[in-house]
């Protein structure tokens, strides 16, 4: 049964959404643009259904990550779309060389970090197979507890694609996000 465009599109709607923008500082205009984009963040938080928000920048560097987080499409598009933010981008152009969207991502890369993104350290990658092995290990005993027994009589190729399909779906819409997020403290530890 196939789910109808409109279905797919207000579901994704309801989905989490995150926005990730770099903008490379003009030399001598860092301090000034750091205070735009604190005053960027703080009012991001005052729209509703706001999540996070962060400035990301590694120092030495003239590059700055800002990453804004909202319980749905709609609300991140009403901060995006904001006249407070319109007018504090028109004070960031005047301080910058370059300003970029970065592209989301999904799937097993976004349990831990962005990609290719400099201004960003990981976790140490013993943290992250601990934390994904203790995420995983309860849904595979629930798995072979529960559902196991009942496809037992089912042909070996589709048992075989019954476990990854459930498994990754389960781990990369609901529970690495909430993990995540609860062990975040712990996996930036020491960054």
Known sequence: MSVPRGGRDRAANREPA????????????????????????????????????AILHEEGSSTYTLLYSFVDRPSLQAWLDSPERRGLMGQAERLSEEHVRVPPVTGLESWFTLPNR?????????????????????????FQATIVPTIRPWPLLVRSAVL??????LMTFVVMPVVTRFVQPWLSRGI
Do not use: C, Q
Not at 164 to 169: D, Q
């Open 18 to 53: 995150t926005a990730v923008y770099a903008r490379r500082v003009r030399p001598g205009r860092e301090a000034e643009y750091e205070g735009l984009a604190r005053e960027m963040v703080e009012d991001s938080k005052r729209f509703a259904g706001h999540l996070a928000a």
């Open 164 to 169: 990854p399909l459930t498994l990754l779906t």
């Open 118 to 142: 400099a201004t960003i350290k990981p976790p140490p990658r013993w943290k992250m197979w601990l934390v994904s092995l203790l995420a995983i290990y309860p849904l595979v005993v629930v």
